[in-house]
């Protein structure tokens, strides 16, 4: 949920610039988003050593999804939705992408304090 929270905060900066650019950089953080959101879902309803492999299969074909989906709605975006500010998209996916890397470290100090 921060990773939303950080994805409405940066579109609600671009919204100073424009409605436009405010929609793409929400597009390319939910281009992100989502399908790691899915994945997430997916990979964590298998529990316990026993499986294994039901873990293991669970993260390749969740991994897969998960780029394939991003590629789709990437692509989907800057195909169907026009007008489309396209650095405000890719700001948007890769301060997801940013968010989704540093969240772990932020937590993980915080946790140690």
Known sequence: MLQL??????????????????RSALFGGLAHWIPNSLFALRFFRHRGARRVGAVFAALMAGEMFKLSATVVLLAGALMLIQPINGPALFTGFGTMILSHMLTPLVFSRVAHR
Do not use: D, H, K
């Open 5 to 22: 929270g950080i994805l409405l905060l940066v579109s609600g900066l671009f919204l100073f610039e424009s409605a436009l650019g405010a």
